[in-house]
């Protein structure tokens, strides 16, 4: 059980255009998921906190017109990178906790993203 | 958010106990501490869990001791596919109806099992 699934698993997209990125909870009910970038060998940075049916929050440094965050469902989180460019190439993970008091957290595969 | 502390990197040959430590010096009462275990180009996968003393599972053991400040993964046995960065995060869910519980990932301690 616990398995959360990204869609795409990896996306080429040219400079300029947007690109949506999908997080799902496959067998449980997410209040929060989460997004974290991840550039090559270095550790995960959170990007955002989104609840379902409210605003996500965004970390210090994280631009929210760039990174567009919807949690529509409890099952469902997107991310949709706004008018790419290559230094947003990156490696994004998203995770989903389940339940307002639970320890745990699981984690999607993640999504590669190269912008050229 | 706990900050805390692991070693860069370790080396360990295939068959050997590996045993990682963590610092967490200003860990709060209510955080718990928990590993996880990240392949490239995959997502961080759950190892374990712990409050205080020890808990075990069908793949690793946690030590804590009693002041917390330190913690303490120990793999059995590691293969060649426990070759991985593994991440100690300290935390603690809110409480205060948002139920965020932001998990801070330090720089992880890169194991590499050696044949």
């Known amino acids: 059980g616990a398995v959360v699934s990204q869609h795409p698993s990896w996306v080429i997209c040219k400079s300029g255009t947007s690109v949506k990125i999908e997080c799902r909870s496959l067998?449980?009910?997410?209040?929060?998921m989460f997004w974290y970038r991840q550039f090559p060998k270095q550790s995960l940075m959170l990007m955002a906190t989104s609840n379902e049916g409210s605003k996500a929050t965004y970390e210090q440094g994280v631009e929210k017109d760039k990174f567009l965050i919807n949690h529509a469902s409890l099952t469902l989180s997107t991310l949709t990178v706004t008018s790419a460019h290559p230094e947003d190439s990156s490696f994004y993970i998203c995770?989903?906790?389940?339940?307002?008091?639970?320890?745990?957290?699981?984690f999607g595969p993640g999504t590669r993203l190269t912008v050229t | 958010l706990a900050k805390t502390t692991q070693p860069i990197s370790m080396d360990s040959y295939e068959g050997q106990e590996v045993n990682i430590t963590c610092s967490h010096n200003?860990?709060?009462?209510?955080?718990?501490i928990t590993w996880y275990q990240q392949f490239p180009s995959q997502g961080p996968r759950f190892i374990i869990q712990?409050?205080?003393t020890k808990v075990t599972n069908e793949v690793a053991s946690l030590f804590i001791p009693a002041d917390r400040k330190s913690s303490t993964l120990s793999l059995p046995r590691v293969s060649l596919s426990d070759t991985a960065v593994y991440y100690c995060?300290?935390?603690?869910?809110?409480?205060?109806?948002?139920?965020?519980?932001?998990?801070?990932f330090g720089k992880g301690t890169k194991l590499s099992v050696i044949p």
């Open positions: 200003n860990i709060a009462t209510n955080d718990y």
């Open positions: 995060l300290v935390g603690t869910p809110s409480y205060s109806g948002a139920g965020s519980y932001q998990l801070t």
């Open positions: 995770s989903a906790k389940p339940g307002t008091y639970s320890y745990e957290q699981y």
């Open positions: 067998d449980f009910q997410a209040t929060t």
């Open positions: 712990g409050y205080k």
